[in-house]
């Protein structure tokens, strides 16, 4: 009986992409703020729909200018229909009061969706009190809906990290890095964050990926920022491209970062992405440390977070420069006080 081939086979490195993508690719895979480009057909309508989720996820902007074209959608369709219901369907005050009768029936229409009831308008026969009656119904529903998905919005929790704009490959330890800066845009705190790069460029008819390793791939705290450094050694797939050879292959550096939020003690998400034309080669970043203020405080300058300047003339073999961005300590020290002079 012949021995079965158990030889372990290398796991096809596609992120879930395929490596078919593109060919020439038109479109980043991972837009800057997390969103993919790619998109799925053939679903049903009401499942690609997927309402709640889209109104969870949408923009404030847009969630707000659909919920109020919402409102003035349906108290609308309800004016319409006390309309239809002939003349005399509402009584109360005169229509020529508040503009005429639509605009009688539109107000009476916002005062029953609400449950506000000021009593000056009300229906006058079965037709107008059956369609009041649909109306209170769907206000409660309505209400009672809206308030939940405007709860879930507010209690979801979500990462706020900031990218620097741009990344750099610059001198890292005798050789070269790809690096990239990112900070917490909100005051919350996030710890044990991890972070993952993979690369994918075009070669040939296929578009192949790499996890690139990294300096560090987790940090415990992060109170400011984290310069997050790929070695460029013999072992990398960078090894030896240039910026040119990486915008021939379409090439994207796509990162995602996950951590615990502490408020909420959950896991979130954060992911971005940079092309060959948003990595400058040749530059650092700059110190985007503040002096140390008189009560001992570390703080760090947020605006200075994509800021970038020429590495050194001879760059691409300098040993002495740290990824942090300057040579002895993390901040500038303190200026010494005329009583610490004295002592």
Wanted: proline share 5%; hydrophobic share 40%; glycine share 10%.
């Amino acid at each position: 009986m012949a021995t079965p081939n158990l030889e372990p086979v290398e796991e096809p490195k596609d992120l879930g992409f395929g490596s078919i993508v593109g060919g020439i690719n038109e479109k980043r895979l991972l837009n800057r703020d997390g969103t993919f480009n790619s998109r799925r057909h053939g679903l049903p309508f009401l499942t690609s729909l997927s309402l709640y989720h889209r109104l969870l996820t949408i923009r404030w902007p847009w969630f707000f200018s659909l919920a109020v074209a919402g409102y003035l959608g349906v108290n609308t369709l309800f004016a319409l229909a006390y309309l239809a219901c002939g003349r005399g369907s509402l009584t109360g005050i005169t229509a020529s009061s508040v503009g005429g009768g639509f605009w009688r029936a539109f107000f009476f229409s916002v005062e029953t969706l609400a449950t506000i009831g000021y009593g000056n308008v009300s229906p006058n026969g079965m037709a107008p009190h059956f369609v009041m009656t649909v109306e209170s119904l769907v206000g409660l529903l309505s209400f009672a809906l809206g308030t939940g998905i405007l709860f879930a919005r507010f209690s979801r929790p979500t990462a706020a990290v900031v990218f620097s704009t741009r990344a750099v490959v610059a001198p890292y330890r005798g050789v070269t890095g790809f690096m990239f800066r990112i900070t917490n845009g909100r005051t919350n705190q996030l710890v044990e964050l991890e972070a993952k790069v993979l690369l994918s460029y075009i070669d040939g008819s296929a578009r192949k990926y790499f996890q690139l390793s990294l300096e560090r791939t987790r940090v415990v705290f992060f109170p400011l920022s984290w310069t997050i450094v790929h070695p460029i050694d013999e072992k990398s797939p960078m090894w030896g491209m240039s910026h040119a050879e990486l915008t021939r292959r379409e090439a994207e550096f796509m990162i995602l970062l996950a951590g615990v939020d502490e408020t909420f003690s959950q896991m979130v998400h954060a992911r971005s992405s940079y092309k060959p034309d948003e990595i400058q080669f040749g530059h650092r970043f700059v110190n985007i440390y503040n002096p140390i203020d008189e009560a001992g405080v570390v703080s760090i300058d947020v605006r200075r977070l994509s800021d970038t300047e020429p590495a050194d003339e001879d760059w691409t073999t300098t040993t002495t420069w740290s990824h942090t961005g300057h040579f002895a300590g993390f901040s500038p020290p303190r200026r010494s006080t005329g009583k610490q002079q004295r002592s």
